[in-house]
């Protein structure tokens, strides 16, 4: 087992791999991170954050995503904009804090799903997030090559949009293939 170090960005969402986010970035410790993640060329890892019932941040949960940014850009109001790209997840086994507020973790590197190809029971998923592609052209722009064929892509990307409790998701997104996630996914889009 070899940990990586890591500076963290923690978020109410979730990215897995192969999935593609848009992130406004203007905190400096935020640009530190994104500094650090160039210099060393390791990316970050982004991670889901529970949100209390007050609105203020909460628990960082274990399983996260190490990113690399694809694209950087200015957005209207001035602030920077970057794109990313998941690459692989991780299971967080330390983590600090440091003075400007930015968090680092020493993370355990977890294998990717397997790819899995989509059959006829996986129809209805697929329709669907070709519907929500089409509703959401934003999306949609993300993913110039959708792998709607394979189930393991087909179920990450219905994680990271599905609004889900955070712990039932992070749950699925632990686990070591797609086979959970897409037993879900079929059960709740077919009602």
């Avoid at 897995?16 to 990316?43: I, T, V, Y």
């Avoid at 993913?143 to 409790?165: G, H, N, T, V």
Wanted: hydrophobic share 40%; charged share 25%.
């Amino acid at each position: 087992m070899k940990l990586q170090q890591l500076a963290l960005f923690p978020l109410p969402s979730h990215i897995l791999p192969g999935g593609k986010l848009p992130l406004r970035l203007f905190e400096p410790r935020h640009l530190q991170m994104l500094k650090e993640s160039f210099l060393e060329d390791r990316g970050f890892g982004i991670l889901m954050e529970e949100t209390t019932s007050t609105g203020t941040c909460g628990r960082i949960l274990p399983v996260g995503t190490r990113v690399k940014v694809t694209d950087f850009y200015t957005l209207n109001d001035g602030l920077l904009g970057v794109t990313v790209l998941g690459l692989e997840r991780f299971c967080i086994h330390e983590m600090e804090t440091d003075d400007a507020g930015l968090r680092h973790a020493q993370v355990e590197p977890l294998p990717n799903w397997p790819s899995a190809d989509s059959d006829v029971s996986d129809n209805q998923l697929v329709s669907r997030l070709r519907e929500v592609f089409a509703q959401y052209p934003e999306l949609d722009e993300l993913y110039p090559d959708k792998q709607f064929d394979d189930a393991a892509w087909l179920c990450q990307r219905w994680l990271e949009i599905l609004p889900m409790p955070i712990y039932e998701k992070q749950m699925l997104i632990a686990k070591q293939n797609s086979e959970a996630a897409r037993q879900f996914l079929r059960r709740l889009i077919a009602q």
